[in-house]
């Protein structure tokens, strides 16, 4: 298959990332210079190349921080995943309420804050509550 094949994963993931229609052009290019190097291409594959050109091209066209660029990104793609408020009730509170924070758009630091621990067990918490949540869906 060509890569041409996977045009349309690639648009979706770059819309997730990159607003603007001529900075998705210059990103689509890289990463189809990046898959070309593969010999056979995932979603898994074509949503990191994607992440990765994208992150690379904001920091260099804006200089924004790489932590909040993450955590603004990892943000829309958590919003894609449709968490279910009643799917919420089914995993621990202590996993529980840092998604729902999250989700409510709270950033890492002022969830820490508002739950009086640390960045990394905001940060571990937040993906333990994906696995668990992961095991409720079909």
Known sequence: MTINFYE?????YLSIF???KEDMKDVRQNVYISLLNYKEISN?????TVKCKSLD????KNRYNLQELEESIE??????????PPLLERIDYNLSEPIR???YGLKYREIA??????????????WKGRQELKKYRF
Do not use: H
């Open 57 to 60: 091209f904001l920091l260099k």
């Open 44 to 48: 898994a594959l074509i949503y990191k």
């Open 113 to 126: 804050e508002e739950l009086n621990i640390s960045l990394d067990d905001v940060k571990q918490r937040i």
């Open 8 to 12: 349309g994963k690639i648009n979706k």
């Open 75 to 84: 943000q829309k793609t958590f919003y894609d995943e449709k968490i279910d």
């Open 101 to 103: 924070l999250y989700v």
């Open 18 to 20: 990159i607003k603007n």
